[in-house]
C-alpha cells in the first residue's frame, strides 16, 4: 500500500519540479503518481469523435512514488508518515508532529 492516497497535498522532493506541491490526482500501480498541475508533458492526438480538432494536449505526467512527500499543514513541510493501529483502522500521523492526516479522496 502506498503512503499516498487520491486527494493527498505532496510535495516533490527529487527531480525537475522538486520544491512543487499539489493535490494527487491518481496513484497508478506501477508505483507512480499523477499530481495537479505537476510534471506536464505534451500529447499529439489524432482526431476522433470526443475531440474532433485532434492536436497537442497539455496533460499530467507520472512522478515515481519516491520522489513525493505527504505535506503536513500543521509543519507546513513535507514529512515522513508513520501509521498507527486503532484496532482495526489504521492511520497515517506525522513523524514529527503526530498529527493524524485525513484521507479526503477515500
Same mark, same amino acid.
Given at each position: 500500500?502506498?503512503?499516498?492516497? %487520491?486527494?493527498?497535498?505532496?510535495?516533490?522532493?527529487? $527531480? %525537475?519540479?522538486? $520544491?512543487?506541491? $499539489?493535490? +494527487?490526482?491518481? +496513484?497508478?500501480?506501477? *508505483? %507512480?503518481?499523477?499530481?495537479?498541475?505537476?510534471?506536464? +508533458?505534451? %500529447?499529439?492526438?489524432?482526431?476522433?469523435?470526443?475531440?474532433?480538432? *485532434? *492536436?497537442?494536449?497539455?496533460?499530467?505526467?507520472?512522478?515515481?512514488?519516491?520522489?513525493?512527500?505527504?505535506?503536513?499543514?500543521?509543519?507546513?513541510?513535507?514529512?515522513?508518515?508513520?501509521?498507527?493501529? !486503532? /484496532?482495526?483502522?489504521?492511520?497515517?500521523?506525522?513523524?514529527?508532529? !503526530?498529527?493524524?492526516?485525513?484521507?479526503? /479522496?477515500?
Amino acid at each position: 500500500m502506498a503512503h499516498v492516497h %487520491r486527494g493527498d497535498t505532496v510535495a516533490v522532493i527529487k $527531480g %525537475r519540479e522538486r $520544491g512543487k506541491r $499539489g493535490v +494527487v490526482k491518481r +496513484v497508478l500501480p506501477t *508505483g %507512480r503518481v499523477e499530481i495537479e498541475k505537476i510534471q506536464m +508533458v505534451k %500529447r499529439h492526438t489524432k482526431p476522433t469523435q470526443k475531440n474532433p480538432q *485532434g *492536436g497537442i494536449q497539455d496533460l499530467e505526467g507520472s512522478v515515481a512514488l519516491s520522489n513525493v512527500l505527504l505535506w503536513c499543514d500543521t509543519c507546513t513541510a513535507p514529512r515522513r508518515v508513520r501509521a498507527k493501529m !486503532d /484496532g482495526k483502522t489504521k492511520t497515517r500521523i506525522c513523524t514529527k508532529c !503526530d498529527t493524524a492526516f485525513t484521507n479526503p /479522496g477515500m
